[in-house]
C-alpha cells in the first residue's frame, strides 16, 4: 500500500514549523485580519476541483456540485444568461465556455454575480466564500512561487501586521499569497494539488498560517480511508497528498504563503 508522499526529505508528509518562528505576534495578526477583512474584498475560489480531476475517484460523485460540470452541460440559453453577469471584455463563444472551468489557473476570470448565480441557480457548492489574494499577478499555478509579486497596495494598509510577517518568513522570493476562509458548516473539498507533476515536481515551498489555530487540515490517505490531521499555527505539508478541511461550527481561514525559500531555511528543515 503506498504511503503519504513525505515532505523536504522527510518521510512524514508534513512538518509544523512552529518551532522555527516567534509566533508571538499572532493574536494581534489575528484581530487585524478579522477587523480588516470586514472592509475588503472578498471572492469565492474552489468550486470546480471535479472537472478539474483533483479529487479521489470515491468523491467524484458526492452530492456537491462543480461548477465545471454544471458550465459544460449549459445549453445556449443559459449561457447567454450566465454571460450577461459577466466583468470580462472578452467575448467567450458557447463553444468555449470549458475555459471557465480552469478559473483556478485564471483562464476565464468568473465575475462575483457569477459565482453567486451558480449558487443561487445551479447549487454549486464553493468551498472558499472568503478569498482574499495578498499579492498582485495573476500568477498560474505552476509560476505561483517564481512570480516574486508584490504585495497590493491596499493589503498593505489594511493588513500592515500580517504583511509584515509574511515579508519575515524565510522565503527568496514571494509568487502568491492567499487568504482562505471557510464559513460555518463548510468544508474544503478533499483533493490534490500537485499529483500529475510528481515526475517533475515544480519548486512548491509555501507555508501556511492559521493564526487562530483552529482550522484543521487533514491529509487523507485514499486507500486507508484515513485522515492524519495537521497541527500547528504555522506548517507546510507536500500537498501531492489529497488534503482537506472538516467542517466546524464557526468560521475559519488561513493564509498560504507559496514562494522559494532561503537555502539557509530550507537547509534547517530537510532532513
Ligand atoms: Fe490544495
Known sequence: MQDFIGVHGHAEPFLNLEPYFDLTGFAAIHEEICYSLTQSEVSYTGGSHKSMGIVPPRFENDPFIDYGQVILRFTPEEFVQFMSLSDSEEEIDYRDRHK???????????????????????????????????????????????????????????????????????????????????????????????????????????????????????????????????????????????????????FRYSIRVDGIFTDEFRTRISK
Not at 103 to 128: D, M, T
Request: with cysteine.
Open 100 to 250: 471557465f472551468t480552469l478559473y483556478e489557473e485564471g483562464a476565464a476570470p468568473i465575475s462575483p454575480r457569477q459565482f453567486l448565480y451558480l449558487k443561487y441557480r445551479y447549487g454549486v457548492y464553493f468551498p472558499w466564500k472568503v478569498f482574499l489574494e495578498f499579492v498582485e499577478g495573476n500568477t498560474s499555478w505552476d509560476d505561483k512561487c517564481t512570480n516574486n509579486g508584490n504585495f497590493f497596495p491596499e493589503i498593505e494598509t489594511a493588513f500592515p501586521l500580517t504583511v509584515r510577517f509574511i515579508r519575515s518568513l524565510p522565503f527568496r522570493s514571494i509568487g502568491r499569497c492567499n487568504l482562505l476562509g471557510l464559513e460555518a458548516n463548510d468544508h474544503a473539498t478533499i483533493h490534490r494539488d500537485n499529483y500529475e507533476k510528481q515526475d517533475n515536481p515544480p519548486i512548491n515551498d509555501f507555508i501556511t498560517l492559521c493564526p487562530a489555530g483552529n482550522k484543521e487540515l487533514f491529509l487523507w490517505h485514499d486507500e486507508k480511508a484515513e485522515k492524519l490531521y495537521i497541527s500547528g499555527r504555522l506548517f507546510t505539508f507536500n500537498d501531492m497528498n489529497y488534503h482537506g478541511v472538516d467542517s466546524a461550527p464557526y
